[in-house]
């Protein structure tokens, strides 16, 4: 988390995100983002953080970040999520604005978590 002494770079502020959803900490990786927070994903979208979080902490995703990249306040990172005990690889373009993260879009073939659900 950030201190009094000085703010995370974007790229502190995404890896900590990420740090704090595979350690199952909501509490902490809610804080690294905005109440409206929005996420556009290939199965769906959600335009709130609590919207948001709602699904995390029930999908309760790994993540494995094999490459990062930033741009300014952009991130990008390059990462395998494990989805239902399936790895994807998947790209997540993330947005911060302030030392928040503002919106989130993931792409992603969406074929292996398609096929488990039948």
């Keep these: 988390m950030t201190t009094t002494d000085h703010a ?5 502020l995404v890896s900590s995100f990420i740090k704090a959803l595979n350690e ?4 902490t990786a809610r804080s690294y983002v905005y109440d409206n927070f929005s996420f556009d994903g290939v199965l769906g979208s ?6 948001y979080f709602k699904d995390m902490e029930k ?38 604005q302030n030392g928040k993260i503002k ?11 398609l096929e488990a659900k039948k």
């Design 103 to 113: 919106s989130l879009k993931v792409v992603f073939d969406p074929r292996p978590v």
């Design 46 to 51: 959600r335009d709130s953080a609590d919207a």
């Design 24 to 27: 199952e900490d909501f509490a």
């Design 59 to 96: 999908m309760r995703f790994k993540y494995d970040i094999k490459k990062t990249f930033t741009d300014g306040d952009d991130v990008c990172l390059l990462y395998d999520i494990n989805m239902q005990g399936t790895n994807i690889f998947t790209c997540g373009w993330y947005k911060v």
């Design 8 to 12: 995370l770079s974007t790229k502190e």
